[in-house]
């Protein structure tokens, strides 16, 4: 499906400031916005159309948990590792007034409110019988996995963050930050309420109620690794991931070629996503001007994201033959404004300038011939390979003998047929880190590196990704970035200063 209606909802009148709150509006009610199954599509439309913004999935989300993972190294405001995005995200030291932390807070916030309007509004009929009333019943459940998959990705960025559920009105403008375990508290209500809702066949293109599943499953996961203070001791978490996960294994399959997820003509509701965010002409996102690199299309692009050299050296050393390392890693191609051939790293050995870093190529265009830099690849949030790991690593955690199995049908689709020793040994220590491995070689630049080099807490990313790249035998001063090792400033991003501006309940 290339489509999506692009609207305002109608609840929503206009953002108040950059806190993104909205304004009240007394004279609009609910039957305004909702007299039918295709109004209720239009706002939930509206939610969607919200989350493709270049403020969010189109732009700078992409930009803050690729660059700022310890993956990736920024081309934007000067090719060399003295510029603003170098100094600060880069280097793991994220600044409160930068356009993606602002950006980025401010669509959040005001995605959560286009969700709370649905929720607010719109009960679910309780005995839902014809198929209008479940297509209602069905979004209002997105709605409710909208606003839990939004607030997991702001309580893992940020951590404390205002938890607002209701409404907005210019009463409550002003919210303190709540606790982390209040916020995934809410997050894991609103993500039950959206099982209890959601189809297990919806509109194409459209994520069905196992994405409330994997969701579930990643907030368990994380869950299971954090602090005490956000534990219940009488819960086991990995095993409630497993009880989650499982339901999404056997619904979706792997796409037979990996390249193929990212082609513009065949990565559309295919076979491997669990939850997408639909594009088109109109509702394009920013990743073909963005991402793609420097002269490799007709169009003019910019190609602001680079990856660290370390971080292709692991991938290429512990799978050399893999077929993910060329649709990962754009390292030569002929330039289209001039003819002559680019190479980067590791073409480029001595890494003298911004050429010792080769270029994603996922995010952007894979078209020289291209001339448009509007961007028409769906973007897939959750896919089925991401399910599967996150089995084989659940698995492990419970030695239920399952783990190598799972990471295997990974594997194969890439002509890998012989597992590393560490899936085979028995050793769980072992198939540990190279599980969590194994999510950077299938998902790089994806959208998942800020978490998953953190979910199992700061001396995991210390030891396996600060440290590494710092003392990488590749590592050059001169243009490489040296990651910050303080835990209080890697771990979380900073408020926005325009929040702790405007809001008056929240201080720093």
């Known amino acids: 499906m290339k489509k999506i209606n692009i609207i305002l909802f109608t609840v929503v009148i206009s953002l108040l400031g950059a806190c993104g709150i909205e304004e009240d509006n007394p004279n609009l009610t609910k039957e305004d916005a909702f007299v039918s199954f295709d109004s209720y599509k239009r706002n939930i439309d509206g939610v969607y159309s919200n989350m493709i913004d270049w403020g969010y999935m189109g732009n700078q989300y992409y930009f803050i948990t690729g660059l700022g993972s310890g993956f990736g190294w920024s081309k934007r405001g000067g090719n060399n590792n003295k510029s603003f995005d170098n100094l600060t995200l880069c280097s793991l030291k994220p600044s409160n007034s930068s356009t993606y932390v602002e950006n980025t807070w401010i669509q959040m916030y005001s995605t959560i409110s286009k969700t709370n309007d649905i929720i607010a509004f719109s009960p679910p009929f309780e005995s839902a019988s014809s198929s209008e009333e479940m297509g209602i019943n069905s979004i209002i459940g997105e709605a409710y996995f909208l606003r839990a998959y939004n607030y997991f990705n702001l309580v893992r960025l940020w951590g404390q963050v205002p938890l607002r559920t209701e409404p907005a009105i210019n009463s409550t403008v002003h919210q303190p930050k709540s606790s982390e375990k209040a916020i995934y508290d809410q997050i894991i209500l609103d993500a039950n309420q959206a099982l209890l809702l959601m189809s297990e066949s919806p509109i194409s293109g459209y994520p069905a109620k196992y994405a409330a599943d994997m969701l579930l499953a990643k ?201 590393l020793a560490a899936y085979t040994s028995g050793d769980q220590d072992a198939f540990r880190n190279a599980i969590m491995k194994e999510y950077q070689f299938e998902l790089l630049m994806e959208g998942h590196d800020w978490f998953n080099n953190r979910r199992r807490g700061y001396d995991y990313f210390l030891n396996n990704v600060i440290i590494p790249h710092n003392t990488s035998s590749t590592f050059k001063g001169s243009i490489d970035v040296t990651h910050e090792t303080s835990e209080a400033i890697v771990m979380k991003l900073p408020i926005p200063a325009s929040e702790i501006n405007y809001n008056e309940e929240i201080e720093n």
């Open 219 to 419: 907030v368990y996961m994380t869950l299971a690794t954090a602090e005490a203070s956000l534990q219940d001791p009488a819960l086991d978490y990995w095993q409630l991931a497993y009880d989650h996960a499982i339901k999404v294994h056997g619904n979706y399959t792997l796409l037979p070629n990996y390249d193929d997820l990212f082609a513009e003509d065949s990565n559309d509701a295919n076979s491997e996503s669990i939850f997408e965010l639909q594009v088109a002409v109109g509702a394009s996102t920013d990743h073909v001007r963005s991402f793609t690199a420097s002269n490799y299309t007709k169009a003019n692009t910019f190609g602001n994201i680079r990856i660290n050299a370390d971080v292709y050296d692991i991938h290429n050393s512990t799978y050399p033959a893999d077929q993910r390392i060329t649709s990962t890693f754009l390292t030569n191609y002929t330039q289209q404004h001039n003819g002559k051939t680019y190479n980067s790293y590791p073409n480029v050995t001595n890494r003298t300038n911004w050429n010792g870093f080769p270029y994603p190529l996922k995010l952007g265009s894979k078209n020289p011939d291209n001339r448009i830099r509007e961007g028409n690849q769906n973007v897939i949030i959750y896919r089925y390979a991401d399910l599967l790991i996150m089995l084989a690593e659940i698995s492990n955690e419970l030695q239920n003998g399952e783990a190598a199995g799972y990471v295997q049908e990974v594997l194969d689709r890439v002509g890998i047929t012989t597992p």
